[in-house]
Nanobody
């Protein structure tokens, strides 16, 4: 059974940082693509960043690279999203998701397994 559990969200002021964590329970963690996505109210799900756990190779959405950093701790089967200089437009529900066969993509349709999400709210 595959399970993804996110944590680390919260309410912060603009300019603050947060680190989200996603514990990935899957039998093939070392060969899994894990992505972070977000969805703001009234908007579609947007890809943020992804990592291939086998090589730690990463891929970012153009608008996210620089402020956001994805990483992993293989010993803990955990993928992190470090978010810096947060702005009100970063307010959204953040989800982690996993897939095994679609490669480096941030298309949410290619992800088979999803967590329940963690809310990030940034006030000005």
């Amino acid at each position: 059974q595959v399970q993804l559990v996110e944590s680390g969200g919260g309410s912060v002021q603009a300019g603050a940082s947060l680190r989200l964590a996603c514990i990935v329970s899957i039998d093939t963690y070392s060969r899994t693509y894990v992505g972070w996505f977000r969805q703001a109210p009234g908007k579609g799900r947007e890809g943020v960043a992804m990592i291939y756990t086998g090589s730690s190779g990463t891929f970012y959405a153009d608008s996210m690279e620089g402020r956001f950093t994805i990483s992993q701790d293989k010993d803990k089967n955990t993928v992190y999203l470090q978010m810096n200089i947060l702005a009100p437009e970063d307010t959204a529900m953040y989800y982690c998701a996993a897939q095994k066969g679609s490669g480096f993509t941030l298309n949410p349709d290619h992800y088979n397994y999803w967590g329940q999400g963690t809310q990030v709210t940034v006030s000005s």
